[in-house]
């Protein structure tokens, strides 16, 4: 994790190229996963646009003038990162769309009421994709080699988040990183608390450390902010290949379900529980033969804790 991050900005090899000139990368995925997890493809040309994109500045111009109900369709090849600010409404949010080849250099949504689908974010300054505010859906978009920073693929904080049927792939510890899959936590007010999240149907690939870490603002980190409470995270049908210590580490996260995921990659532990992370459910994963045992719990998080046995220590 290696928080407060390096503040370094390093453009290692990244040259922002606006206009139809603009890099275009092969695509991460060019078919859905035979399982059925990950970004599908193909996608269908995004419909009903109120502005197309297909270069850098034409981007930003169509995002910093968003307004509830847009559908902003970015299409081709973008040397730039994705940067939302502005916030739809629950009746009317904001799309982001791509067709499933767009690529982009990361995405940042500091809004609410907004939906991204069909993007790749490839070789994006970590974390590849960034979601801050509530009501926020991400899907059928990938976030591949990230680097610099802390490495992660996707971070997320605030309520009603659903992420699904995304590709997160290549995922290193690279300049002292601790590169995670997908992360959130509760340090202050750019991070708040996350509660009411859906996280399903992904595919996490060469990912070296955990699948998911969830911390809220009380963690055993010691940096949390204190202020709220992170609860009700449902993780499921997700395929992790990882290698950490456990796949998926929650503290001070209450009501967090684990169901239906399969996980890759020898470990103690697929998942962990510490610090107060009360009412886990856990079942029907499918956990590697080389794992030693599924569940690694704290006393303190085993009040409504049933099954599966729990193993060891988190």
């Not at 309520?159 to 992360?183: P, S």
Request: proline letters at 6%; aromatic letters at 4%; a negative charge.
């Amino acid at each position: 994790m290696n928080r407060p991050a390096m503040a370094v900005l390093a453009l290692v090899g990244v040259v922002l190229l606006a206009g139809c000139g603009a890099a275009r990368y092969p695509d991460p995925v060019s078919v859905t996963a035979a399982d059925g997890r990950g970004a599908i493809r193909p996608l269908p040309t995004p419909q009903a646009c109120t502005s197309i994109a297909t270069d850098a500045d034409a981007m930003t111009a169509a995002l910093a003038k968003a307004a509830p109900g847009d559908r902003i369709c970015v299409l081709g090849g973008i040397g730039r990162r994705l940067v939302l600010r502005r916030s739809g409404t629950a009746a009317a949010p904001i799309s982001v769309l791509g067709d499933g080849h767009t690529s982009v250099k990361g995405i940042t949504v500091l809004a609410s009421h907004i939906t991204v689908s069909g993007i790749n974010a490839i070789r994006p300054w970590a974390p590849g994709i960034s979601l801050t505010g509530n009501d926020i859906t991400l899907e059928n978009s990938t976030s591949i080699s990230p680097r610099g920073e802390d490495g992660d693929g996707i971070r997320f904080f605030g309520d009603d988040i659903t992420i699904r049927h995304n590709t997160i792939r290549d995922v290193r510890n690279l300049h002292f990183a601790h590169a995670d899959c997908m992360q959130t936590f509760a340090t202050d007010p750019a991070h708040p608390a996350s509660r009411h999240v859906v996280i399903e149907h992904n595919r996490c690939e060469r990912i070296a450390n955990q699948c998911l870490i969830a911390e809220g603002p009380h963690s055993s980190a010691g940096d949390g902010s204190g202020i709220g409470v992170s609860a009700d995270i449902r993780f499921a049908d997700n395929y992790c290949e990882t290698h950490a210590y456990q796949d998926t580490e929650v503290d001070d996260v209450q009501h967090v379900t684990i169901v239906g995921n399969e996980v890759r990659g020898r470990k103690p532990k697929a998942f962990s529980f510490q610090n107060h992370s009360t009412g886990a459910v856990v079942a029907d994963n499918v956990v590697a033969p080389e794992i030693d045992h599924e569940v690694g719990m704290d006393g303190s998080s085993q009040y409504d804790y049933d099954v599966p046995i729990i193993g060891g220590k988190p």
